[in-house]
């Protein structure tokens, strides 16, 4: 079946411009998790999903940034007044959750954002 | 809070021999999970495998194997006759136990497979 898709795979915008990232999770996977990968700090947590909610926030990185998912399926990560320091690859995953011993997040192409 | 370190930033090896990729990390839980994942530069990160704290036994994949010594906190990966296409950087993580939990990702290791 179809793997977790992220768009845009690519963006570039200018300091201070909003900009919001999308994920569609594989169909029935109940929790969705963003990462961020940039050269300085590696791969960070950002925010985890199970259904429509998000009880793990502790990733994000200011108040600028925000995600919601709605229908327990597609989520939406977004950043405003970018800065220069938010340039990373952001990349999404999703996992069953059902049975913890077995979970294994599956993790989409990422989108490589750019601020100029 | 746990913590993952791969201190090995870059290997080499020659196609068709073995290597091995280093990992610890530090946790005080008693239950974990522990991967190796494969990112080539298309970006797409790819499970290798997977390691349950409470399993004696080292996980293999076809060429893929661990050696998981849970005293020593200790996860390395081996991939026994390299090819080109494990040219790639891999990331070891840890989970905690439990329903959802993120993962804690090592700074990665660049592989680079001679031909």
């Known amino acids: 079946g179809a793997g977790v898709s992220q768009s845009p795979s690519n963006k570039v915008t200018e300091k201070g411009k909003d900009v919001e990232l999308r994920c569609d999770p594989i169909?029935?996977?109940?929790?969705l998790y963003w990462y961020r990968q940039s050269l300085g700090q590696g791969l960070e947590f950002l925010i985890y999903?199970?259904?429509?909610?998000?009880?793990?926030k502790s990733g994000l990185p200011s108040d600028r940034f925000s995600a919601e998912r709605t229908g327990g399926s597609v989520s939406t990560l977004t950043i405003q007044r970018t800065q220069q320091e938010d340039s990373a690859v952001y990349l999404c995953?999703?996992?069953?959750?059902?049975?913890?011993?077995?979970?294994?997040?599956?993790f989409g192409p990422g989108t490589r954002l750019t601020v100029l | 809070a746990q913590t993952v370190t791969q201190s090995q930033p870059e290997m080499s090896v020659q196609e068709a021999e073995t290597v091995t990729l280093s990992c610890t990390y530090d946790?005080?839980?008693?239950?974990?999970?522990l991967f190796w994942y494969k990112q080539p530069p298309s970006r797409q990160m790819i499970l290798v495998i997977r390691?349950?704290?409470?399993?004696?036994q080292n996980a293999t994949e076809n060429r893929f194997s661990v050696n998981f010594q849970k005293a020593a906190k200790s996860f390395s990966l081996k991939i026994s006759d390299s090819q080109l296409g494990d040219a790639a950087m891999y990331f070891c993580?840890?989970?905690?136990?439990?329903?959802?939990?993120?993962?804690?990702f090592g700074k990665g290791i660049t592989l680079s497979v001679r031909p």
């Open positions: 390691q349950e704290a409470y399993k004696q």
């Open positions: 169909s029935g996977h109940t929790a």
């Open positions: 993580a840890y989970r905690s136990d439990g329903a959802n939990s993120k993962l804690t």
């Open positions: 995953a999703s996992s069953l959750a059902q049975v913890p011993r077995t979970d294994t997040q599956y």
């Open positions: 999903f199970q259904g429509n909610s998000a009880p793990d």
């Open positions: 946790t005080s839980e008693s239950d974990y999970y």
